[in-house]
């Protein structure tokens, strides 16, 4: 999970330097690995690893996240579909 983690800041970093172009594909593979985050929490909940409200606040918080950066690269792909006009 730590290394899901350090791989969506990555992306986050590469594509906050990128073009919009370049920059919507690092979201979307950003958002994919959040995805998978959050899977790997509920399997880490289900087998009793972290309790409830634990459970419930880092998923609030990864739902949060999720939301930005989908918002994020629909802000970036208009912002392409501005620029091909």
Known sequence: ????????????FIASY??????????????QKLDLLKFFLQIVWEIKEVNNKKYIQLSSELHTI???LYRWK????QGVAGENK
Do not use: C, W
């Open 66 to 68: 999720g939301k930005m």
């Open 18 to 31: 990128e073009t919009k172009s370049k920059k919507i594909s690092h979201l979307e593979t950003a958002i």
């Open 1 to 12: 999970m730590d290394a899901f983690f350090l791989e969506i800041i990555e992306l986050l």
């Open 74 to 77: 629909e802000n970036s792909r």
